[in-house]
């Protein structure tokens, strides 16, 4: 796969020459370019801003020094020019919340660019202008309902995110399945508490079905913490659940943990659900 990362502070994504995307670049899996946006500037101030129309507070990403940095790194050198080669990805405040499935889909695309905003972000014309190229797919996506300084940690997060499902990046496939959101059959929950050695630390011992080498027991209480979890963590998220994949033990633990279709304490609150004895 091959991903394109713009922006006017390259050097922050350095990050990504670490840990596994920085192993899968060394290793030839994942072609990834960090180019600095004021490259394709021609003014001597390198200017890649400017006023927005209709007044207001900040600067605008100027849509000439954009297209000219998209248009070179579109060039048939470059890119295929087959419909929807390439995805343009625009991360903004205003776009669709980033997922797992979207990771999904992405890891499986020829060619990625990420488009990094600053300032009050890139007029708006550059997404409606590559929206209309055939070979360019345009996605909007969005981290959270917050603002950041700039776009250059929603890449850092994107291609994290998606590097880490191409073939040969994540040492063993199988720990990809049963992780929070997996999009793969009994997914779609939280993952559920997990624990190494020392089996009692502070006074807290670890799950002893843990310790019992009993596997069939052991994939159950994963199931019932992951259930238990979920429902009082994201009750959304048992809500889009296909019920035909419950079966009677995980509609048992849903109801014993309190789930009524959205009856539940704060988001994010802890209450160690997950840290006591079966
Ligand atoms: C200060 S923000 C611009 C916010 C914009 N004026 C608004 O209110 O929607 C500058 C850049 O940071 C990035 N950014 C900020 N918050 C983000 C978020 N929640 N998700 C993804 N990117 C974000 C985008 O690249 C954006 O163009």
Redesign the pocket.
């Known amino acids: 796969m091959r991903i394109d990362v713009v922006s006017i502070f390259p050097d922050y994504l350095a990050p990504l020459e670490l840990s596994l995307v920085g192993k899968a670049r060394r290793e030839g899996i994942l072609d990834l370019q960090v180019h600095d946006l004021r490259a394709w500037t021609t003014d001597r101030h390198r200017t890649v801003d400017d006023t927005p129309f209709g007044g207001g507070a900040g600067m605008v990403m100027r849509p000439d020094v954009w297209g000219t940095a998209l248009d070179h790194l579109l060039e048939p050198s470059t890119s295929s020019a087959a419909p929807g080669a390439t995805t343009l990805l625009i991360?903004?405040?205003?776009?669709a919340p980033l997922t797992q499935q979207d990771a999904e889909e992405l890891a499986g695309r020829e060619r990625l660019i990420i488009a990094?905003?600053?300032?009050?972000?890139?007029d708006a014309r550059v997404a409606e202008h590559y929206a209309q190229r055939p070979e360019v797919t345009v996605r909007e996506f969005?981290?959270?309902d917050?603002?950041?300084?700039?776009?250059e940690v929603?890449a850092l997060v994107l291609v994290e995110a998606v590097a880490r499902l191409l073939p040969g990046v994540v040492g063993n496939p199988a720990s990809l399945v049963e992780e929070s959101h997996s999009t793969a059959p009994g997914g779609g929950l939280l993952e559920y508490p997990v624990y190494t050695k020392p089996a009692t630390w502070r006074g807290l011992a670890a799950p002893d079905v843990l310790l019992s080498g009993h596997h069939g027991k052991v994939a159950r209480w994963r199931r019932d913490q992951a259930l238990r979890r979920t429902a009082q963590r994201r009750p959304d998220l048992i809500a889009g659940l296909d019920q035909a994949t419950l079966d009677e033990a995980d509609r048992a633990v849903l109801t014993e943990s309190g789930w009524s279709g959205g009856r539940h304490g704060a988001v994010g609150e802890t209450t160690g659900e997950g840290g006591g004895p079966p």
Not at 116 to 122: L, N, P, S, T
């Open positions: 991360p903004t405040p205003s776009g990094c905003g600053r300032y009050e972000g890139i969005s981290l959270g917050y603002v950041l300084n700039g776009g929603a």
